[in-house]
């Protein structure tokens, strides 16, 4: 939608201005960058070829249809006058706060429906004055970062409307509050779990370790795992540190048989929470990057062991699942602040706004602190690009693979992303509730694949950059069939040995 409206502005720029010579090369460069792109993007859409097609025509024909109005307008001085007026009011709005109508059926956090962010002058008597409102039940500040005079963070607060009252009413009349600096829905998230019957086949790889389990890891076997742990066992390599991996997501079971040797506990509001995992997603995918390997127990993992990698756990999704953005920026925060050197996210939603400045907000100061953040491309079977916290710029967003290292069914791609890469994703075995195992699929799943061999990369360069880890990850990685939706399949030994 972003690049149609792109293209629909440039195109119709082009033609009101196409007498200027030195506007229109300007617009008519910009349009066909924005045709192109709309096409390529339409191209690389997971949808039918017949619908690709549809899709094509639409644009072109819509394209057709405002060209000849805009043609008609480029005759009128006041038509033009008033493109430009119209243009300039919706770019301020955008700039001061692009989002649309709430969609009624976007689910929003029922204790802060809205995320605020206040002039920092301003902000004790901001407070008072949204509190004030009639339609305001009460005001809590978002947790603030130990740093907190290199980020904005501690200027955000959580809003929460009092029931029934419309919330774009509510967003309307706190926007004209003077001070008032950027307003967005506290959007609620979800967990999807799909449990898969786990490979009955027998992997070559259960010969490398003693995890009885490690016989269903087909993940290990195409990953060359066994080859892998031998790296680790002749010496040649030697942590610098031992790099701290955060899970953040439905809790972590840190009493499970097969993550607590490599568990390490932090200081937090709520340690039990982060601790325990009725859910279970936050336990299976701190296994398939941590377990315990060569224990005799469950599975191997990513991790060669606890002196390279420990794993914490931030819990920012509830029992059933759920869990709010801004309990994920602030789950963001408490593990920057704990030490973390990569953050696993295996959780994320379809973007409902052109702009969510809270969650950019606390990757950038995750990334001003070094610490490295990895996400799942998500499960709608289209764009990453429309996925957040996969979206961002200085994320490596993981898109899963089948067991024919094809793009699974179910995966995002992952082409508009900034750092892109591919990781085993359908039947991962794993750790899961209650001290138990099972297999699922999902780019959750493929995603700690990734995060937990970056902290080893970590564990070996404490210097090691979310740009240079890509990079590494890329350069030695497998081109697969759908490389140019998934990126390269990452290949743990080349990327090890790069790191000499």
């Known amino acids: 939608m972003i690049l149609y409206n792109l293209l629909i502005f440039a195109f119709g720029f082009w033609n009101v201005f196409k007498k200027n010579k030195s506007l229109s090369p300007i617009f008519g460069l910009g349009f066909i960058a924005a045709l192109a792109l709309s096409i390529l993007s339409i191209y690389n859409s997971q949808v039918s070829a017949d ?14 249809v405002m060209g000849f109005i805009l043609i008609a307008l480029s005759k009128n001085k006041l038509a033009q006058i008033g493109a430009v007026i119209m243009a300039a009011v919706g770019f301020n709005m955008y700039v001061s706060n692009p989002h649309t109508p ?38 809590d500040p978002l947790l603030s970062p130990t740093d907190a005079n290199s980020t904005e963070l501690d200027d955000y607060v959580k809003v929460d409307v009092v029931e029934n009252y419309d919330i774009n009413l509510a967003i309307a009349d706190i926007h004209e509050i003077e001070g008032i600096e950027w ?38 076997e195409v990953l060359n795992m066994g080859a892998y742990y031998e790296l680790f066992k002749s010496g040649k ?50 296994g398939v990057a941590a377990a315990t390997t060569n224990n005799g127990m469950g599975i191997a993992s990513m991790n060669p062991g606890s002196e390279w990698v420990t794993v914490s756990s931030v819990k920012v999704m509830n029992n059933f699942g759920f869990g709010s953005q801004a309990r994920i920026i602030e789950g963001i925060i408490e593990a920057v602040d704990a030490g973390a050197d990569v953050i696993s996210m295996s959780i994320g939603g379809k973007s409902t706004q052109l702009k969510e400045e809270a969650y950019y907000e606390a990757i950038q ?22 996925i957040t916290p996969a979206n961002s710029e200085k994320i490596i967003t993981v898109a899963a693979l089948d067991r024919q290292l094809k793009k699974a069914q179910f995966s995002n791609y992952i082409t508009n992303t900034n750092y892109g890469v591919a990781a085993p994703g359908v039947s991962i075995t794993s750790p899961w509730k209650g001290g138990r195992y099972a297999a699922f699929d999902g780019t959750s799943m493929a995603a700690p694949h990734v995060s937990g061999l970056v902290a080893v990369m970590r564990s070996l360069d404490a210097e090691l950059t979310t740009k240079r880890a890509y990079e590494i990850l890329h350069n030695t990685g497998k081109k697969t069939q759908n490389a140019r939706l998934t990126g390269n399949l990452i290949q743990p030994v080349e990327a090890i040995k790069s790191m000499r």
């Open 365 to 386: 100061y995750a990334d001003d602190h070094g610490v490295i953040i990895v996400a799942a491309a998500g499960n709608n079977a289209g764009d990453a690009a429309e």
């Open 102 to 139: 709430i969609d009624p059926n976007i689910r929003l956090d029922e204790q802060a429906e809205l995320l605020i962010r206040l002039d920092h002058d301003k902000k004790e008597k901001l407070i008072k004055k949204i509190e004030a409102l009639n339609f305001v039940a009460h005001i």
């Open 51 to 64: 619908e690709k097609i549809l899709q094509t025509v639409a644009v072109l024909l819509g394209l057709g």
């Open 183 to 220: 307003i967005e829905p506290n959007e609620l998230l979800e967990l999807k779990l799909q449990r898969t019957e786990p490979p009955k086949s027998k992997t070559d790889f259960a010969q490398s370790v003693n995890d009885p389990l490690s016989s269903r890891q087909w993940n290990m």
């Open 237 to 286: 390599y030697r942590p610098q540190k031992t790099a701290r991996l955060f899970i953040l997501d439905s809790g972590v079971n840190a009493k499970h048989e097969d993550l607590r040797s490599n568990f390490a506990s932090h200081v937090s509001q709520d340690r039990s929470a982060n601790e325990s995992d009725v859910h279970g997603h936050g336990t299976h995918c701190a």
